[in-house]
């Protein structure tokens, strides 16, 4: 049968079958299933989307912080000049029109014996099911002198918005052979290579419009990820390695993780009580699951959220999934696309539980890119599928551009990234 | 359609290499989903470089998948992509994006070269990759509404020899670079974009 045809024909089938099976539903005039969804972001807003597109017949709540978020991926760009906050900035109108209800408020508590979700405005929803996609927290005393306060001083830039203008703005009015510092917590933390695409994108300006200035890298961990390439790319560009460095990286190996800030001196204190100054300080703090999910007993002694990987839905607490950055998913990184990924799990997951079914054997994916140059970017892609046991994930296959790639292939990673940025944005927001 | 656990019967007749003529919706979608955050929702690309695969053939893009998977086809993370599913999965993938209707690329195009192009398709390209109101072969690409981006990438890929394409293609696309030049690959481009309606997109 020729394509259209065919075509034709199944959307036929397809129509007939839905009108024939949906007729019971409807005159059953069942209650609607309630699922109430925390965090608007890239694990939340997806959740809604594929909930609504699974069944529409679910009554979705979306309940985010802000009426727009900006994404934290591919922020970095805005530090060398390349995009504007408004390019990274989503509301939730295609939601709306999808049915899903979008509720602008601050959830206060969580009660999981009554099924409900209460907001600081005194709003509170039923659920059968809660998603809880809520993101990252900060372990602010660990650093000591550092805290929620202090971040509008110094910021983190870890969650997009004022913080990635904040920085921009100091990182403008710093003079010409100014020291910037950026401090890299301890592992897990939201996106592992984006510390160093961040000095590399930091380093893009300098070089253009303050070329005496340096950026010091304070790094808790011993190695980074894609660390060949960002090392060739700080060699070829920033003179990395030598005396007139750009870019240097100071690591675990010598205790190099910040534990101590003085924010009136801009002094910095490593684990190994080496003292530096610095004249813009990027410190990112080590981080955990939301207050939200701590508060609600959704986290273990790790403060992240165990979860089963079939159906995201907390170990913990029944009814109650963990998606994203906060859930405790091991070896899957907390990426957007990750977030992404475990969203539809969990929103096809709920689906078929609503309608007494056992979920598929899902898997997960992150793919994602580091832009280090005009004309250089990285990939990263990793699958996961679960192990017999299925309470063990297995990283199947996966890779990173190979390093020996010709300019035409990194080339093209950033055409790629860009294109990436279009549809995931996309993919989660409309 | 998407209440109830149902199955999809397709009465075309395939060859045993081709994906599934039965499959589960709700697997094939799960299955799917990892796609769409690159290749966008229902795999309708925002573009430019990334390709739509709504509506495109099952058996192409199966083949396509085992090519990125032996590493025939030169890619980045296409390949360990297309590795980390069994051949079962990739056919329910294929088989979940060629029912879904193809949209065609809005972009930009050489409203001067559109007319030269579809000459061009006609006499060296329409016997395979149909044209605007015909179908595709089994095995080829769909080009019409394909974005510009992605098919220059992919023309440079076949030119290198980084991504072969069937003896016949290779044939035809050497005759037209001899006779026209590569002022004959900008036509054949600006006409594919130039197919930007609901029906010239099928």
Known sequence: MPNNQRRQFIKKILGTSAAVLSAPTLNAAISHKKVVIIGGGSGGATAAKYLKRADPSIEVTLISAKPLYTTCFMSNEVFSGDRTLESLQFNYQSLKSRGVRVVIDWVSRIDPDKKQVITQNGQSFAYDRCIVATGIDFKWQDIAGYSQAAAEQIPHAWQAGSQTTLLANQLKAMKDGGVVAISVPPKPYRCHPAPFERATQIAMYLKRHKPKSKIIIFDANTKMPMQAHFEHIWRKNYGYQTEQAMIEWRNGADESGIVEIDIKQKRLTTAFEDIETADVINLIPAQKAAQIALETGLTDQSNWCPVDLMSLESTRIPFIHVIGDSAKLDILPKTAYAANSQAKVCALAIASLFKGKTPDIPLYMNSCYAVLAKDYAVSSVNIYKLAKNKIELINVSGGITPLDSSPRIFQREVNFSHNWYRNITTDIFN | ?202
């Open chain 2, 1 to 202: 359609m998407k209440y109830l656990f149902f199955l999809i019967l397709l009465m075309a007749s395939f060859c045993d290499a081709a994906p599934p003529a039965v499959f589960d919706l709700d697997n094939a979608a799960l299955l799917s989903k990892d796609c769409e955050g690159c290749h966008g929702t229902d795999g309708v690309s925002q573009g430019t470089v990334i390709p739509n695969l709504a509506g495109a053939h099952r058996k192409f893009l199966f083949d396509t998948m085992k090519k990125y998977q032996s590493g025939k086809y030169l890619s980045t993370v296409m390949q360990p992509i297309a590795k980390a599913y069994t051949d079962q999965e990739l056919k329910l993938i294929a088989a979940y994006y060629a029912i879904k209707s193809p949209v065609a690329a809005i972009q930009p195009f050489n409203a001067a070269l559109v007319a030269q192009g579809k000459k061009y398709h006609q006499k060296y390209c329409k016997k395979c990759h149909g044209s605007d109101k015909e179908i595709n072969d089994d095995e080829a690409s769909q080009l019409a509404g394909q974005w510009t981006g992605f098919l220059e990438m992919s023309l440079l890929d076949i030119k290198k020899g980084n991504h072969p394409v069937p003896r016949k293609m290779d044939k035809r696309l050497k005759r037209l670079l001899a006779r026209h030049g590569n002022k004959a690959m900008a036509s054949l481009l600006a006409y594919y974009a130039s197919q930007q309606g609901q029906k010239d997109a099928k």
